[in-house]
């Protein structure tokens, strides 16, 4: 012992030191982009103070049951002590505070109710963006919710659904519902025009009953769902593929006995991620329901619902990165290796610098997708708004749902081991983002929709796409410092038309083979587009700027070089093929 009668390492197995944990911060306060962002475009301050109230209330106590919702999985219960069948999914008090959270703070409400006009949407987003890390998945059922109120909207808020469209979009914890969204079926959940089994019986009504298996059903715990079912003509016929589709209302109720009415929860999903919220297989037998739809016209109508939920799905990506990069970015001035914080380590710093940029980038896209979701809503949109909205939605969220996965797995490393320590919270955050590449359209099925709707339109959303980027370059040509990144933008851009020209001569199996690089190159050309307006708006800081000239030196026009190499080329499928399978080729 020393003089004092000190002993160090008395308790030898445990020691003195402890590293110090990331502090989770008012995410409003510490997004300085997000900030930015609304100061020039909603500076309204009924806006900032809400904003600001609730990324106190999630930093300081909706983070904790988003957590509880992870510790307190649902389970189902399907039978009662006296062997009825009962099929009770059972959640934690989290969620369900969570619940009526959302409808308190106007998670959907907001959407609806208008009140900022045209940027209502990014109003909504941006709460929700600040909710999503400390959500416990929530923001799934919000987003559904979303969605079929927004579908509600567009086919006409009459009876049966006036009700519904009313509790979808309440601020009363008391009345607020949540939606589901079944498609997925076993056979295929991408392909829901040969994959959906599931048939209507007409009633004497006017009304219909379900049946059919749903695969994939998410928040089950909903009140109401909109579905796809094939309806049957008099001699129990239906039409086969996509034309034979029609969009249903369903309410997911109980009878007297108890019991769900119409529908079997068969079991939960055990999954990799998402855990928070229940996913269920359901057994529709006999569900009553009502059709919303023209017979026939079902995936039209609920793509109302997917361009909503994909939206939704592009905001949590993007949140996802913002709060990895929030984290880790506050462990760094906590964490000391070889003599020195983190943070004065130039090479680490050097890896937050790129995740911050790829946030950056994700955020804008995200932010743009609403902004003109905004406009189209509000009855302001130009013909080349409604365009690019269409482009656009795929397009963000297959790149958001990937560069989250991406980013999410950097960040982790970044905390050394302590990234993949389960309780600490991090490694939950990489497997729910895993999801947002798969569900509502995964990258190749969102690829191939941006191909088909630049198709229908004869070209016309690409030439929007064109037109837009090109103004927002002209806006930023009189800031010098911005040249290297508004050259880079232009060269990709001519590029990208040179790809078009091409590939419009060309089969439609060289397009296939093109369509997720096309989606990569769309988004990269567009993001430095809005880093580069952005970085030229009056108020912006050198980060801004630093922010665009970063993004811009990555290759931004994928398909120009691959195009160049002959990646598109009839060969090149069979030899993929049969590098995949290691065959020789017939
Ligand atoms: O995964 C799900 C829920 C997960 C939980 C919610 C999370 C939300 C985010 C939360 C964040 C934490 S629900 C399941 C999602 N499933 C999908 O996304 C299906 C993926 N597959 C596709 O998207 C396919 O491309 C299909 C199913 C749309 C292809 O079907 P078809 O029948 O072959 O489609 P067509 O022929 O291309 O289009 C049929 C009609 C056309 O209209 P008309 O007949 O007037 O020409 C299309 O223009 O539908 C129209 N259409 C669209 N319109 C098709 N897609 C779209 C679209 N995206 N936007 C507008
Ligand atoms: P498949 O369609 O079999 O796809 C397999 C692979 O093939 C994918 O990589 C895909 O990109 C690729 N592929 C398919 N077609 C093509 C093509 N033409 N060209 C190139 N590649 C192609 N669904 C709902 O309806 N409601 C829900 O609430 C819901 N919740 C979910 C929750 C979770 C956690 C998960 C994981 C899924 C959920 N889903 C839900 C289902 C989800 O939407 C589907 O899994 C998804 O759309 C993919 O469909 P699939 O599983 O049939 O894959």
Redo the contacts with the bound molecule.
Sequence with gaps: SDAAGYLPFSRASVGSFFQGQPVLKNPFLEDALLRGYLKRHLPQEAVWSDLNAFGERVAKEIDIWGRECELNPPRLVHFDPWGQRVDHIVTSAAWKRLKDLSAQEGLVAIGYEKSFGEWSRVYQMSKLYIF?PSSG?Y??P???TDGAAKVIQSTGVSLPVEEAYGRLTSRQPERFWTSG????ERQG?????TGTETVAVPQTDGSYKLHGFKW?T??TDADMTLTLARVQDRSGSTTP??RG?SLFYAEVSRGEDGRLRGIEVQRLKDKLGTRQMPTAELLLDGLPAYRLSEEG?G??SI??M??I??I??S??AAAAMRRVVHLARDYATRRTAFGKLLKDHPLHMQTLARMEVETRAAFLLVMDVCRLLGREESGLASQLDVHLL?LL??VVKLYTGKQAVAVVSEGLESFGGQGYIEDTGLPGILR?AQV?SI????TN??S??VL??VA?SSGMVLHAYFTHIKALLAGASGVSSLAPAVKAVGDALSELEQFVQIAASRSPSYLELAARDLGYSLARIYAGALLIDHASWKDASSHDKHAALRWCEQELCLVASKQKRGCYDSSTASLDAALVFDQLIQ
């Design positions: 999503s998945l923001t799934c919000l987003a559904m969204q079944w498609m997925t959940g991408s392909d829901v025009g994939f998410s928040a593929g996509s589709l016209r995936v039209a793509a109302n997917l361009t939920t994909r939704h799905n905001v949590s269409r939605t795929p729910d947002l569900w509502e359209g995964t099925v969102l191939l929709d088909r709707c229908r």
